[in-house]
């Protein structure tokens, strides 16, 4: 059946199937795990190959595993022994900027960050800013829904996509949604592909929504000597009728990391800090700034505003600094990325507290205070038998929170491969039944991404 | 089959079946159409009687037609023969207001505009605002994914749904989406049943994000000699960095008839006039406000502003009469509500002129600017069988100027039973293949709104 795949699909792309073992092994993982090498690896370069190579594929019940740039958090495009990998990095054009009617055509292979660049050249804003964003595909974001800080302000992925094409496990290409702002005809194919997860279909072309860039920003850093000092302000700024751009958090473990990571001056004795970003016009901007800084000030904050492009730069450097600076507590990093609704937040950070106690573990929490989305991290090592186990046992104990909070399991991250044991912890019955019902509508031989998303028990 | 529905269910619910002809006549119809009464009223005031209803009716094959306040514009509601309306009118709680985490909770009975001045009342803001809002029920405009005026900056009710509890033809409850901002835990049921017209479940409970209300607001009525130059401050407007949060465009049709109608002190003379609205805080609104204006008289606008709350009003009186004061033209309207490309919009209007002249008919056109979403209105009278005839033939004409300018046939109204033979025109096969797919998943017996959204050679 490989053999088969190779060698036809192979003849028909020369050059563009991989079936070395070195070069499958770089498709063999994510940013959070390996399951095993595929079989091979074809990288076609536009929707008439991604067809031929679906209908070969449905044809011969190969399962294949749609693949951007391999940075998801959950194994999403991980894949399984007998499978082939469908990489669309060669599918990399802008196709158009189109600045008359503010949206972009891509090809779901283009580097968030690229489109970013191109359109700040032209004054123009896409806002989703996943971590990853300088190495991350647009068709992964689409895929699972990428959110990133500027998520309170501006919204997710999601948000952006006004239409897709996107071609099926057989081969049939299929248009949802448009060119248009709005739509209504039928049900909404396109938010239903957003988030998918690689298991309906193939993305090959997106049209991305895109803004004018806001004419100024401006930076503020406050640090509070208590951790529930900066979720009364997260409330305080929320509530007031500001909208902030960003609004992240980092607790005590994260910033006593980041700073001895890399000595970028932010203050050893704080309990948490808020690392906050407004964006507007210039009367805006500097409004919102002041009552922001009252805010936190009344609450006991030291603020600190940065005034240029460098010490902007140097703030949110901290900020992204977070995740390496971690591993120097421990070498294992479990990631897990739960939302609970923003007034909660406290709750949630108490009972993470009770936890890492429970379990004798280091937890360091950041992310996104402004919309309830903690990325929670466990520091352990995946050598210590004991307390990995230990570790496996506090990520049950965490969901239950967040569940119970009212909260989701994945605000960002998706499912994939490592959530996938979890999700009926937050799903009913009934919604995980729709949900394969919808599975088999899209992919009746289930080839496309098999067994993620869904847990097992059910496959 | 109904016999026994009235004894078993009126047994249940006494007092809340509906089985008197004058009864049936006022469920019998929505704002577009009528269509037949149906064989009963039913009126569930809790999920628990929902869900047993909907058991009862799927046992029983009992076509089932979810209705809230019948203000739709495309039949959505309207019952056929040998169905039973099943009215969420009883179903009008506001379940809980939380300010802490910015979010309500609402059964689908309750009106958009009363939950507007609750929220109003705190200081906080519910942006969908479709023009029956004084009216319509959230679940209804869930079920449409119902825009408004404030759609350009704010988005559509789609944008503010978290979560919602909905009812499966069988009975099942299904919950989607939650209390969070964000989640991407399986495919997106919540988004999937937005906008699916009470054809897949019945909503029981919904989930609204709120926004704080915005500071201050500024209003502009922009008169242009030509239609051209309207369009183009359109385009610099928002190509600028300013989002207004509304931009609503009335040609001079419009503008006469509200003019003629309510004697408003709208300019007689206006080629086309923009109702644009800015928000923000003080600052911002005064900054965009002045822009705008500057861009306007630049392109020979005369630009007047409201200053106070008494003369915004009035304006958005003139707005509000156009779809009222139309009838003085002609006795039928036949209201279409396609959607270009902002860019286009220039193309379209001269595509309306076009066919309004080919078959000698008044068509004004007014609506949504700023995202492209117009509102075409062909004055006729359904009387007069010849020009009848020929409206018909215009709005199918309309349609495909829409779509072959990347646009599509409806942006808010949705497609119900007026719109089902033009579906095929936007949609391709295998898109309304993978959507009948979709439906027969959620109600495999095909009892829930039949013969709605679909083009009816596939039934």
Redesign the interface.
């Known amino acids: 059946m490989f053999g088969l795949f190779r060698k036809k699909i192979g003849d028909m792309l020369p050059g563009r199937v991989l079936t070395e073992r070195e070069d499958l092994f770089c498709y063999g993982f994510d940013a959070s795990s390996t399951e095993d090498i595929p079989s091979a690896v074809v990288m076609p370069v536009n929707t008439q190959e991604v067809s031929e190579i679906a209908a070969f594929a449905f044809n011969h019940r190969i399962p294949l595993i749609p693949r951007g740039a391999g940075t998801g958090m959950t194994g999403g495009a991980v894949p399984l022994r007998d499978t082939v990998v469908l990489s669309l990095e060669g599918m990399n054009r802008i196709i158009d900027i189109?600045?008359?009617?503010?949206?972009a055509v891509v090809e779901p292979g283009v580097i968030n960050y690229h489109l970013q660049e191109k359109l700040e050249e032209k004054?123009l804003f896409y806002p989703p800013d996943p971590a990853s964003m300088k190495f991350c595909t647009l068709g992964g974001n689409v895929a699972?829904?990428a959110?990133g800080p500027r998520?309170?302000k501006y919204?997710?992925t999601?948000?952006y996509v006004l239409g897709l094409e996107a071609v099926?496990p057989d081969g049939?290409?299929?248009?949802?949604g448009?060119?248009?702002?709005?739509?209504?005809?039928?049900?909404?194919?396109t938010?239903?592909l957003?988030?998918?997860e690689g298991t309906?279909a193939i993305i090959t072309k997106i049209f991305l929504k895109f803004?004018?860039?806001?004419?100024e920003t401006a930076t503020l850093l406050c640090a509070f000597s208590e951790i529930d000092a900066a979720a009364q302000a997260v409330?305080r700024i929320?509530?007031?009728?500001?909208?902030p751009r960003t609004l992240e958090f980092m607790d005590r473990e994260s910033t006593l990391a980041v700073e001895n990571y890399s000595h970028c001056g932010l203050p050893l004795d704080a309990g948490a800090l808020l690392l906050i970003e407004v964006d507007?016009?210039?009367?805006?901007v500097s409004?919102?700034a002041d009552r922001i800084a009252s805010i936190c000030t009344a609450l006991g904050a030291h603020v600190r505003v940065a005034d240029d492009i460098y010490s902007k730069q140097q703030l949110w450097d901290a900020r992204r600094a977070v995740s390496p600076a971690l591993y120097r507590i421990r070498p294992t990093k479990i990631n897990e990325d739960i939302?609970?609704?923003?007034?909660?937040i406290p709750e949630m950070l108490r009972a993470l507290r009770a936890i890492s106690e429970r379990y004798n573990l280091t937890i360091a929490s950041f992310g996104?205070a402004g919309?309830?989305?903690i990325h929670v991290n466990i520091m352990t090592d995946r050598n210590d038998k004991d307390e990995y186990r230990r570790a496996r046992r506090a990520v049950r104990d965490i969901f239950e929170a967040a569940i119970s909070l009212?909260?989701?399991?994945?605000?960002?991250?998706?499912?994939g491969l490592t959530?996938k044991e979890y999700?009926d912890m937050?799903?009913?019955d009934?919604?995980?039944e729709?949900?394969k019902?919808?599975?088999?509508?899209?992919d009746p031989r289930g080839i496309l991404n098999p067994r993620k998303?869904f847990p097992d028990s059910g496959d």
């Open positions: 189109d600045e008359k009617n503010m949206l004054g699972e829904n959110g998520a309170i919204g997710v999601r948000d099926l049939r290409v299929v248009p949802a448009g060119k248009t702002y709005k739509g209504v005809v039928g049900y909404d194919l938010r239903l957003v988030g998918s309906l803004l004018p860039m806001p004419a409330n929320t509530s007031s009728a500001i909208i507007g016009s210039h009367a805006a409004d919102d939302v609970v609704p923003r007034g909660r996104h919309d309830g989305n009212e909260g989701t399991i994945s605000g960002e991250h998706g499912v959530k999700v937050e799903l009913s009934v919604s995980i729709l949900m019902g919808i599975k088999n509508v899209f998303m």
